[in-house]
């Protein structure tokens, strides 16, 4: 990597880091100056002499050039912006500089996520150049955008020679008397502004004019300057309701007086004698603050001569003229010229507190095949101007508009922000503002050289742009052909020996450590590199075969799951499975004794499903690991709800659980309901000690938020849940589990993938993807829009078209064990599914690391495509449209990093599968699908196209091995309106007597079994024996108390019928119903009717004496001893 020796060439634009370089002159003021504090105890004659004087100026010698370097974005609409419209403590907005589809933008960057200002938009469209009156054909208008205090948005002005109008009224204004160019505006209300115009009528002399405009009228105020043929006018705004007009030489001040007709009052401004005609003028605040110079701005004037005279607050600050030959003029620099170039200076006085002591001089170039833009600064100083050159970027040396705008780019300076220089979209900061002296990730033009850079800037060697990935660095990413070398339990670059190095592999274009994951042109990958790594190769070598561009071993086992169950989940009461209406994953558990809902500890996983049951009832609760199961116990009801819902749940997302400030667990659902609102209810308690969870103290009451779709509702995180519909019209919900307060917003995102540390997969319109922090997307950053984040990753292709995202997860899982339990988890892959027209199944994968997951890839990365099967039809997954599939990933059982995952789709009619197998060894990162399996479902679960599709799935990967489902690896939870819940199981397609990956054999006193080679983990048994009635084991007999079952349950053990007891199940006595031992009339349990319990275990018709029959709870149908007072 080139080091680069710190230069104090960069100036700073932050006044405070000017005062930090002795290079660059300070605005201390001259020797005799008072104190600022005193500036506003002086008169107004001493204050001119405080200030200035009356020394004649002269422009100082140039100093060193001064490099500018632009920030990274892509233009949008024209490519530049109009003018900025600045209040003052206020960032500015731009204005597009196009009518049609115009918009106000403000800045929008959440710096506390990211203050990464170098890269992405820092505006965000605000509001719409909306013209309410009708435009002539022909006519070609002009508008200002003026900055009104004290309110969000400007005032918007629309004109043309003829007409005026604002932007919120209906009717034109014509302007009487002739052609009209306006010169300034200034915003006096929301619908309120006052014009100053150059009239030029056809039969009069040309004359400077003062309009009101309202929605209402157009009225002229009296005033009038006449302005000689062939001079120039010009005019920019002052405080309050002032103007500042020059007309030749000759400089005004025109004040409103505040009555409607007028008059304005209009002074002259005296100049030094021979001043030439003024070309341009700025009324600003150069010299003076707002506190110095109330009612007056400093007056910047363009001559000719090649001159700029600064009149520090012109007027005197209280309306009465400065005197002749107040303030200073000063030349242009060399190769600068008043008749082609332009002063670029701060916005008007009324925008500012503070003085900005800079001008900027533009000189354009000569043109085709000349000399480029040239562009200088001016510091503004007590007796004169210092120019520098500021050396333009490559790629702007000629921008279409190049101004002064105020951003806010670091959370620590004022809320205000500071100035740059805006060319057309992208911000030009000088080097030391740019960070090139300390991010080592990028290299600057500079003294030393150039880098070739449009920009003025570039990645580092070995480096490839990836920002907000490190902080302080542009590109945080390795360039193709390398990877980071670094220790896998550190962030990227957080330590100086993180290194980009080459690949090892020369074929190979994308890689890390221990494997090529991308070849270069048409090589293949096969693992025969060191230690079985992945490397590329011409063609597969024997004993390979080539599937999705990967020579897999041709032994290797590519069937290692199928769907082999699919049915309706039965639910053996309170509630019918038909009844159910919707599902979803749940962490909450239920207290058994109060029927109310437990909230486990932060961090817990959903282990639970909740089963809601039709309007009106409370819903159930069921574990996961009972989808699908047969034998299972009735699901729980569960009160969460003071009243539950009156309409039916189709879909639920849960927040939480977190700790909030007062130390109480706190979780909020989200109920989707089948009108298309989203309900929400908020569920907190308190917790005996950390890591405890805790029952709520009673039902929640449900909120209607307001929002109506029909929704898929999927968690994004603790705090946040993205809620979509089929026509991917989306929304982002968050939660102040503080506050217990709730926000939305709607999101362009046809996909939203949760990552770790809070970034996200975020996929627009099924066809550009990109990877970021989801606290910038919910905070609707600039910085994501306009192929910032947003299309950053996977820009749009058209040889893709339109898709959907699924994360497949990668490493090992939970129930790893041995070799693999140690290897390493590099995150999960992205596949995107193409929405196809053909009867395929086609996906590109993005091999490698998301940023989220400590690796590279926020640029573009390589990508594969590789087609995993064919289908009975085409996916079908389009927005336009109802979809007829659904498609998403799961976590195998097992915790192998060789078989982690697999992607699902869930048509109508079947379910398709290919599992994701990876290399073992090294980072689990080079991977492959195998080829597709189709299953197709019963045909009682077929959805026609006019049912809607299946819901967003609940997934359940067991920890470990299951008796209820032996070689089980996934199973789904899955609902349809025409279906209602219907479960899937995935497992390991073994030949009977195997199980599990492998399909090791069972212990040899099982048929079937759950656990290999384990004699207590049988499920089935051999001809002859008996299974226990808990499982597990196979006798030649059953055990006390229990029988060899009949029909279904042939061939296990099950407890003996009622009415019988004893190791051989014989009857009970004629009393008892139940009984501990049978034929015994003293081993009664219960009796028959008509017959009452004694305590020696015996029914009787009547209580022996002594006795009585029990008469209060838990006492009846029983003898007990009659009271002491009784005498029988």
């Known amino acids: 990597m080139r080091k680069r020796a710190p230069s104090r060439r960069g100036a700073a634009w932050d006044p405070a880091l000017r005062r930090a370089r002795p290079d660059i002159p300070t605005m201390a003021p001259p020797p005799g100056w008072p104190p600022a504090g005193r500036l506003l105890l002086l008169g107004l004659g001493s204050l001119w002499v405080a200030l200035m004087g009356r020394m004649a100026a002269r422009a100082q010698a140039p100093t060193d050039d001064v490099f500018l370097h632009a920030t990274w974005l892509v233009n949008r609409g024209s490519g530049s912006f109009g003018p900025a419209v600045t209040l003052p403590g206020q960032p500015s907005m731009v204005v597009d500089n196009v009518l049609n589809n115009g918009r106000v933008y403000i800045q929008n960057a959440s710096l506390d996520v990211s203050d990464e200002f170098r890269w992405g938009s820092l505006f965000d469209p605000e509001w719409s150049l909306f013209v309410r009156a009708s435009i002539p054909s022909g006519d070609s208008p002009e508008w200002m955008v003026l900055a009104l205090e004290d309110e969000d948005g400007p005032v918007k002005v629309l004109y043309t020679r003829q007409w005026v109008t604002l932007f919120s009224s209906s009717t034109r204004r014509s302007f009487p008397g002739g052609p009209v160019s306006l010169l300034a505006g200034a915003a006096v209300a929301r619908d309120h502004a006052d014009l100053l115009g150059l009239a030029e009528p056809p039969d009069g002399p040309r004359e400077v004019r003062l309009w009101e405009l309202t929605n209402g009228t157009l009225a002229r105020v009296t005033f009038g300057v006449e302005v000689a043929a062939g001079q120039p006018a010009n005019a920019s705004p002052g405080p309050g309701r002032t103007f500042y007009l020059s007309t030749g030489s000759d400089l005004w001040h025109v004040r409103h007086g505040g009555v409607a007709a007028g008059p304005a009052a209009v002074q002259s401004i005296p100049l030094p004698a021979g001043t030439g005609t003024i070309r341009q003028l700025a009324a600003t605040r150069v010299v003076t603050d707002a506190g110095q110079c109330p009612g007056a701005a400093d007056v910047v004037m363009l001559l000719d001569g090649d001159q700029v005279h600064v009149l520090p607050c012109g007027a005197g600050g209280a309306g009465s003229p400065g005197e002749a030959g107040s303030g200073y003029a000063a030349a242009l620099p060399a190769g600068a010229s008043a008749a082609t170039g332009r002063l670029v200076s701060p916005p008007p006085a009324p925008a500012l507190d503070e003085a900005y002591p800079f001008l900027y001089f533009l000189q354009p170039g000569p043109g085709p095949g000349g000399a480029p833009m040239r562009l200088w600064r001016a510091d503004v100083r007590s007796d004169g101007l210092s120019w520098r050159q500021l050396l333009l970027p490559p790629g702007h040396t000629a921008p279409g508009h190049l101004q002064l705008v105020r951003l806010r780019l670091t959370l620590s300076g004022p809320s205000s922000g500071e100035w740059a220089l805006l060319a057309d979209q992208h911000v030009l900061l000088e080097s030391e503002r740019f960070r090139c002296h300390t991010d080592e990730s990028i290299v600057c033009d500079g003294p030393g050289g150039l880098t070739g850079g449009a920009l003025g800037w570039v990645c580092a060697p070995t480096r490839a742009m990836a920002p907000h990935v490190v902080p302080g660095q542009l590109c945080g990413d390795c360039a193709e052909e390398h990877y980071l070398d670094r220790p896998e339990d550190e962030p990227p670059f957080s330590s100086p020996g993180h290194v980009c190095r080459a690949c090892a592999d020369s074929a190979c274009r994308t890689c890390d450590r221990h494997d090529c994951l991308v070849c270069k042109g048409a090589r293949v990958r096969q693992p025969t590199g060191p230690g079985g790594a992945m490397v590329c190769v011409d063609a597969c070598s024997e004993g390979f075969a080539l599937w999705g561009g990967v020579c897999l071993p041709a032994g290797l086992d590519q069937e290692v799951a199928r769907f082999d169950a699919a049915g309706r989940e039965t639910l053996p009461g309170p509630v019918l499975g038909s009844q159910v209406t919707g599902v979803g994953a749940t962490r909450l558990g239920v207290d058994l004794a109060t029927g109310l809902a437990t909230i486990p500890p932060p961090g817990t996983e959903p282990g639970n499903v909740l089963l809601f049951a039709g309007p009106g009832r409370d819903p159930l609760l069921m574990g996961m690991e009972d989808i699908g199961h047969a034998g299972k116990a009735p699901p729980a009801a569960v009160r969460l709800f003071v009243q539950p819902p009156a309409e039916a749940v189709l879909g639920v997302a849960e927040l939480g659980p977190t700790l909030n400030a007062e130390g109480r667990l706190v979780m909020a659902l989200l109920l989707a309901e089948r009108s298309g609102r989203i309900s929400l209810a908020w569920l907190s308690c308190q917790p005996a000690g950390p890591g405890q969870g805790c029952t709520v103290a009673e039902p929640s009451a449900l909120i209607r938020t307001g929002i109506q779709t029909l929704p898929a509702i999927r968690r994004l995180d603790e705090r946040h849940v993205y809620v979509t519909d089929d026509s991917l019209v989306s929304s982002i919900f968050w939660a102040d589990m503080d506050r217990l307060t709730w926000h939305n917003d709607w999101q362009a995102a046809s996909d939203l993938l949760p990552l770790r540390k809070g970034w996200v997969v975020h996929v627009s319109i099924m066809e550009q993807a990109g990877v970021g922090p989801l606290a910038m997307l919910v905070q609707n950053d600039a910085r994501w829009w306009w192929n910032g984040v947003m299309g950053g990753l996977l820009p749009a292709d058209p040889n893709w078209g339109t898709y959907r995202a699924v994360l497949l997860p990668r490493g090992p899982g939970p129930g790893a064990a041995g070799p693999e339990a140690e290897a390493i988890d590099p995150g999960p892959e992205l596949v995107l599914v193409l929405d196809t027209t053909a009867a395929a199944w086609d996906v590109v994968r993005v091999p490698g690391s998301l940023p989220s997951a400590g690796g590279t890839g926020a640029r573009r990365p390589s990508t594969l495509s590789q087609r995993l099967g064919l289908l009975p039809e085409a996916p079908d997954l389009a927005a336009d449209m109802r979809p007829s599939s659904r498609v998403f990933g799961v976590r195998l059982a ?71 489902t032996p070689g089980l690896l996934v199973s789904v939870l899955t609902f349809a309106e025409a279906r209602g819940p219907v479960y899937l199981h995935l497992r390991v397609p073994c030949p009977s007597g195997t199980v599990g990956k492998g399909c090791l054999a069972c212990a040899d006193a099982c048929a079937e079994c759950w656990v290999p080679g384990d004699a207590t983990a049988c499920v089935r048994c051999p001809p002859g024996r008996f299974l226990a009635a808990g499982g597990g084991t196979c006798s030649a007999t059953c055990a006390a108390g229990t029988t060899p079952g009949t029909g279904d349950r042939e061939g296990i053990c099950v407890p003996c019928p009622p009415g019988t007891a004893g190791p051989t199940c014989d009857p009970c006595h004629a009393t008892c119903v139940l009984c501990s031992s049978p034929g015994d009339a003293m081993a009664c349990l219960t009796c028959q009717p008509g017959h009452l319990m004694t305590a020696l275990g015996s029914c009787v018709e009547e209580c022996i004496p002594g006795t009585m029959p029990g008469i209060d709870d838990g006492h009846e149908g029983t003898c007990v001893p009659c009271p002491a007072s009784c005498l029988d």
């Open 894 to 964: 097992g915790g192998s990093a060789e078989y982690p995952s697999a992607l699902v789709l869930l048509s109508q009619k079947y379910v398709a599968l290919s599992v994701l197998w990876c290399r073992p060894g090294g980072r689990s990162a080079a991977c492959v699908l195998l080829p597709a399996v189709l299953t197709d479902l019963p045909a009682e679960l077929h959805l026609t196209a006019r049912d809607l599709l299946w819901a967003e799935p609940v997934v359940y990967t067991p920890a470990g091995p299951s008796p209820n």
